[in-house]
Antibody, heavy 120, light 107 residues
């Protein structure tokens, strides 16, 4: 069974940092292209970042709204993907989902999500 | 970025009814479109991909259609478990963008 479990969310002040972790199981993580997608309090979904597999040189991509502030990374030995979020803004407040696309251009599997609240 | 415009934003329907949700892309996306269902407190789940292909395990009362810039999701004979929110997603080009969602409520 495919499982993706996000942790690391919480309440943080503007300008501070937070690191999310997504632990996975049930599939060959080392070959997987992983993403973070977030959902605002207004329920709008927004793709945030992607990291490809080792065979793709771990290429990374970011939404313009987070470029330069967020960093996606992975540890294949732990079947985990991370999202380091720096210089957080109130508009980064959202539920953050870890997702896996099985080689399509869609998000085939999702974690349960983790809440990040940026507020003073 | 490709903009995805969904309509209606909300919809009230009764059990057994048939409903249709629309999604308009700002440019031709060549059927590279997905639909997701999201229930309260849960993550989105893939329903349909490539505009009309049902994801594994999705009931046949769900169907997708369309081409070019206009797409639709149809749900026949609404069941209690179908009352949820639905989102379309552009899969043609990065960044992958989503519609604002349609909330389907029980009348």
């Amino acid at each position: 069974e495919v499982q993706l479990v996000e942790t690391g969310g919480g309440l943080v002040q503007p300008g501070k940092s937070l690191k999310l972790t997504c632990a996975t199981s049930g599939f060959t993580f080392s070959n997987a292209w992983m993403h973070w997608v977030r959902q605002s309090p207004e329920k709008q979904l927004e793709w945030v970042a992607q990291i490809k597999a080792k065979s793709n040189n771990y290429a990374t991509y970011y939404a313009e709204s987070v470029k330069g502030r967020f960093t996606i990374s992975r540890d294949d030995s732990k079947s985990s993907v991370y999202l380091q979020m720096n210089s957080l803004k109130e508009e980064d407040t959202a539920i953050y989902y870890c997702t896996w696309d099985i080689g399509t251009t869609y998000f085939d599997y999702w974690g349960q999500g983790v809440m990040v609240t940026v507020s003073s | 970025d490709i903009q995805m415009t969904q309509s209606p934003a909300s919809l009230s329907a009764s059990l057994g009814e048939t409903v249709t949700i629309e999604c308009l892309a700002s440019e031709d996306i060549y059927d590279i479109l997905a639909w997701y269902q999201q229930k309260p407190g849960k993550s989105p789940q893939l329903l349909i991909y490539d505009a009309s292909s049902l994801h594994t395990g999705v009931p046949s009362r769900f169907s997708g259609s369309g081409s070019g810039t206009q797409y639709s999701l149809k749900i026949n004979s609404l069941q209690p478990e179908d009352f949820a929110s639905y989102y379309c997603q552009n899969g043609l080009s990065a960044p992958r963008t989503f519609g604002a969602g349609t909330k389907l409520e029980l009348k």
